[in-house]
């Protein structure tokens, strides 16, 4: 299961990517937010990467105007590595090299065409399981 949740300024693409994902057959839980409504980022992202944490949810999809606030409350969960990304390379990159198990998009930054791009290669990549990588993981996580 994918956790997902935005603030208001991401609302609209977290509905896109919801139904996106359950084109695909991919199981999700919204945390959140449930309209467009002003409302405060951290209440969103802290509940998904909690729930992706605990092992409710396989990996997190947080979404903001900027996809900056809610990647840095996201990462103040312990085993947490929320990458926030612009473009396919760095959604593969950091599930082949840091594993990441949270995604951070920006509405407001990229559109929805390439953030349904994203998504889909962020979770159709696999952690690569090399050694030097996974040194590199052990380290964030003991800091």
């Not at 919801?18 to 467009?36: F, V």
């Amino acid at each position: 299961m994918i956790g997902i949740g935005s603030d208001h300024g991401g609302y609209d693409l977290k509905e896109k990517v919801i139904a996106h994902l359950k084109e695909q057959g991919i199981e999700c839980k919204d945390y959140g937010c449930m309209d467009k409504s002003s409302c405060d980022y951290p209440v969103y992202g802290r509940a998904v990467a909690e729930a992706v944490a605990d092992g409710t949810c396989e990996k997190g999809i947080v979404i903001c105007t900027t996809g900056i606030g809610i990647s840095i409350t996201a990462n103040k969960i312990p085993g947490i590595r929320c990458a926030l990304c612009a473009d396919t390379v760095s959604a593969k990159l950091t599930r082949l090299h840091n594993n990441a198990n949270v995604l951070a998009i920006g509405a407001g930054i990229v559109g929805e065409n390439l953030a349904l791009s994203i998504v889909d290669t962020f979770l159709g990549t696999d952690f690569s399981g090399e050694e030097r990588h996974q040194r590199r993981i052990d380290l964030i996580e003991k800091q």
